[in-house]
Structures are given as structure tokens and as C-alpha cells.
């Protein structure tokens, strides 16, 4: 009878967590090379070369005095969140943008997106933008799974005047319609 194979013993990262044939394709191959080279040396040899041992040294102090200081510090610097796969996820611009929809050739909406980034609660902002201009709004979630305002009806130009007066923190410049497809400064 035939000898049952074994399981293959595949030696992952302790950094990243990828097997260490993978690190070099990870988000945090800078991190990884101390344990790589105290690990893992027949992997990389060109790891073992640049090294000569006092690298690693300052690499592995480096990387255990910024996470002893990063929970000690009053003022830590700016985080980036990181999306799966590393890739870094975009602050949203201060900036409202206000497009019109034509449905059934005659009728059209008014959408509103944005508005929250300026502290401005929306269901309060849809109530009082229908009370205002005598028409149905409501908050509804866009294609891109943010909340923004529609209100039923051309009001493109008149809402600026009024979101600049009840709102004052909120700047004209940061207005924007959407025309043909393309961006326009409201002011």
C-alpha cells in the first residue's frame, strides 16, 4: 500500500502574516525584512547581503520605539486608513454638488450630496429645503452608498442662496453643479 502524503509546513510571515515566499508582494515588505532575515535567510539572500547585521538592529529598534511612543503621545500624526490590499482609502473633499435629473420628459429632481461633510444634519436640511420651496425632499441613499437630498423640482440656482443663509458655515466656493456631465463652480 501507498504512503499517505504528508501536509506541506508552509512558513508564514510574523509581521504580515503572508508565507514568506509572498512578503515581497505584501503592503508592508520594508517591515517585514528584519523577520525575514532572522527567519527566513535562505529565502532571501540578498535580504542576508544588505544587511551585515546592524541594519536589522536599527530596523527592529526603530519599529519597537514607534510603537512604544505611538500610545504615549498627546499629538499622534495624521493616520491613513488602509483598504484590504493596501491600498490607501481617500479622504472626502469639503464640497457640495448639486445636479438635476430629468425623469418623464417634464418633471425633474434636484439632488443635494455632500452636505453632511459640513456638520449639517440631513433630515433636518431635507425638512426645511421642502418647507422652503414648497416641495417633496427626502433623504435617500445614492449609488455610491452616501446619504444625499433629493428635492422634487428645479430649484439648481435658488438652493445656493439659501444653504449660504442658514447655514453660514458653509462656504459658496465649495458648491458645485454637475452640467453636462462636467463640474461647475456655483459662484
Known sequence: MAEKPQPVQVLCCGVCGLPAEYCEFGPDFEKCKPWLIQNAPDLYPDLLKESNGTETDKVSDKLQSTSISEGSSTSKP??????????????????????????????SIT??????????????????????FATGASLVKGPTEKEQIDVQGDIAYDIVDFITKTWPDVPESAMFFIEDGKKVPAA
Not at 81 to 100: A, F, N, S
Open 111 to 132: 439632488t443635494i450630496k455632500g452636505l453632511e461633510l459640513f456638520g449639517v444634519k440631513l433630515s433636518d436640511a431635507s425638512k426645511k429645503l421642502g418647507k422652503k
Open 78 to 107: 495624521e493616520e491613513v486608513k488602509r483598504l484590504p490590499g493596501g491600498k490607501i482609502k481617500k479622504k472626502d473633499k469639503q464640497e457640495i454638488i448639486i445636479e438635476k435629473v430629468t425623469r418623464n420628459k417634464r418633471k
